[in-house]
């Protein structure tokens, strides 16, 4: 009895130990885990910071009077009696929080010089109707691509992707002399057609719509279901969240668009924020800021609005949801 008594205190002991050993570690290991998670958060932030900071510089001093914002960055606009930029001697003052917020910047733009709502405007004239009709050409040519597979059409879908890794500039002088051609220069046309019929919606949505199971397409074939069904009911709501999310990154990339109004516009009246802001001269650097942040909000109201989207458009690996 004496013998199994002690035994059991050994048992009893050794396990003691052992759950002590098993704590010990998980402590370290959450300990380890905490670190590393903290040390990426505060990596992450650092970075969120200096991406930010540019927005937020701007958005401050589009409230700082003219005379403040030339004592802060007089240096960085300043110019030459030649022209030229002058060297900056001096530290430029980052300012964030202005001396006296002033709305005359917001005044000037927004009711004393209707110049720059009409270049506003003008961005969204030519932009809109890119991003919609781009993604309609894109659902049509995905789903045929998704469909009918064959050697042409593997060929055909190769040199879509060509056509999309080429920069712009390449294609440029193409789209020139097409334009001259069907007598389009000058007009929205010049920059709607080449925007419209672009291969990167085409070839993001083909990749996207390939995920969904061939299954699911012949199975909706057996009860009966046409192309325009198959196509209605099955493709369209399965990639609802890669076209939002194509969408955006569409209306991003041609809000930004200044290579293609300079060369395909030569009326300046016609031509969006994104040029005229490179042209607000250093008399008007207060207005810049102002301008700046005008333009700045429809992107990024259109990413807060379609973020979920954008997200599940980029990790959906396709399926029937449940």
């Not at 606009?77 to 022209?83: E, H, K, P, R, W």
């Given at each position: 009895?004496?013998?199994?008594?002690?035994?059991?205190?050994?048992?009893?002991?050794?396990?003691?130990?052992?759950?002590?050993?098993?704590?010990?570690k998980?402590?370290?290991?959450?300990?380890?885990?905490?670190?590393?998670?903290?040390?990426?958060?505060?990596?992450?932030?650092?970075?969120?910071?200096?991406?930010?900071?540019?927005?937020?510089?701007?958005?401050?001093?589009?409230?700082?009077?003219?005379?403040?914002?030339?004592?802060?960055?007089g240096?960085?606009?300043?110019?030459?009696?030649?022209?030229g930029?002058?060297?900056?001697?001096e530290?430029v003052?980052?300012?964030?929080?202005?001396?006296?917020?002033?709305?005359?910047?917001?005044?000037?733009?927004?009711?004393?010089?209707?110049?720059?709502?009409?270049?506003?405007?003008?961005?969204?004239?030519?932009?809109?109707?890119?991003?919609?009709?781009?993604?309609?050409v894109?659902?049509?040519?995905?789903?045929?691509f998704?469909?009918?597979?064959?050697?042409i059409?593997?060929m055909?879908?190769?040199?879509?992707?060509i056509?999309?890794?080429?920069?712009?500039?390449v294609?440029?002088?193409?789209?020139?002399?097409?334009?001259?051609?069907?007598h389009i220069?000058?007009?929205?046309?010049?920059?709607?057609?080449?925007?419209?019929?672009?291969?990167?919606?085409?070839f993001?949505l083909?990749?996207?719509?390939?995920?969904?199971?061939?299954?699911?397409?012949?199975?909706?074939?057996i009860?009966?279901?046409?192309?325009?069904?198959?196509?209605?009911?099955?493709?369209?709501?399965?990639?609802?969240?890669?076209?939002?999310?194509?969408?955006?990154l569409?209306?991003?990339?041609?809000?930004?668009?200044?290579?293609?109004?300079?060369?395909?516009?030569s009326?300046?009246?016609?031509h969006?924020?994104?040029v005229?802001?490179?042209?607000?001269?250093?008399g008007?650097?207060?207005?810049?800021?102002?301008?700046?942040?005008?333009?700045m909000?429809p992107?990024?109201?259109?990413?807060?609005?379609?973020?979920?989207?954008?997200v599940?458009?980029?990790?959906?690996?396709?399926?029937?949801?449940?």
């Open positions: 009895m004496a013998v199994r008594k002690s035994a059991g205190r050994l048992d009893n002991l050794s396990e003691e130990r052992f759950d002590k050993k098993v704590k010990r998980k402590k370290i290991k959450n300990t380890r885990q905490f670190v590393r998670i903290s040390f990426a958060t505060m990596f992450a932030a650092c970075f969120a910071v200096l991406f930010l900071m540019p927005i937020v510089l701007t958005l401050t001093n589009s409230f700082m009077s003219a005379s403040e914002i030339s004592a802060n960055y240096q960085v606009f300043a110019t030459s009696d030649t022209g930029k002058v060297y900056i001697s530290r003052n980052l300012k964030f929080i202005p001396d006296m917020v002033s709305f005359s910047q917001y005044a000037t733009v927004l009711l004393k010089s209707p110049e720059y709502l009409l270049k506003f405007w003008n961005s969204v004239i030519l932009v809109v109707p890119i991003v919609g009709f781009q993604i309609l894109a659902m049509g040519a995905s789903y045929g998704t469909r009918y597979r064959g050697r059409k593997e055909i879908f190769f040199l879509y992707i056509l999309m890794l080429m920069p712009y500039q294609t440029l002088v193409p789209n020139y002399l097409v334009s001259d051609w069907l220069l000058d007009t929205n046309w010049a920059i709607w057609l080449p925007g419209i019929f672009s291969p990167f919606a085409v993001l083909t990749k996207y719509m390939r995920r969904i199971p061939v299954s699911v397409m012949e199975a909706a074939q009860d009966g279901a046409g192309e325009w069904q198959i196509f209605r009911k099955i493709c369209m709501p399965l990639c609802k969240g890669a076209m939002c999310s194509i969408a955006i569409i209306f991003i990339d041609y809000w930004n668009m200044v290579e293609q109004p300079l060369i395909l516009l009326d300046a009246e016609k969006p924020l994104s005229f802001l490179s042209k607000i001269n250093a008007e650097i207060g207005l810049a800021f102002a301008v700046a942040t005008i333009y909000v992107p990024i109201l259109v990413f807060l609005y379609g973020e979920d989207y954008l599940e458009g980029i990790t959906y690996q396709g399926g029937i949801k449940g």
